[in-house]
């Protein structure tokens, strides 16, 4: 029942920008949280970002200063735009809530930032 889809992954060179889309559906979107996570070859999947439904934002050291996330509950979809990219950046991007106590994720979408 919950769904979400990302987009707007891609080949990018170092110190470009790249807008994702998390497209949601089979939830109330406007009550819930929503994080963007990213998983690197090799390494532990961690959190890039979050937004309440207040539209309260939180980011992970790695991100800041660089990364932006918004949300649009009109059209249940949350965004992270990223900019100054570097190759570090490079992994699988996902986005996910809790919702009745279960943790749910997108199918991600791939970032990889390279010369």
């Known amino acids: 029942q919950v769904q979400f889809v990302e987009s707007g992954g891609g080949l990018v060179q170092p110190g470009g920008s790249l807008r994702l889309s998390c497209a949601t559906s089979g939830m109330t979107f406007s009550g819930y949280t929503m994080g963007w996570y990213r998983q690197a070859p090799g390494k532990q999947r961690e959190l890039v970002a979050s937004?309440?439904?207040?539209?309260?934002?939180n980011y992970a050291d790695s991100g800041k200063g660089r990364f932006t996330i918004s949300r649009d509950n009109a059209k249940k979809t949350v965004f992270l735009q990223m900019n100054s990219l570097k190759p570090e950046d490079t992994a699988v991007y996902y986005c996910s809530t809790v919702v009745l106590g279960k943790r749910y994720w997108g199918q991600g979408t791939q970032v990889t930032v390279s010369s």
């Open positions: 937004v309440t439904s207040n539209g309260n934002t």
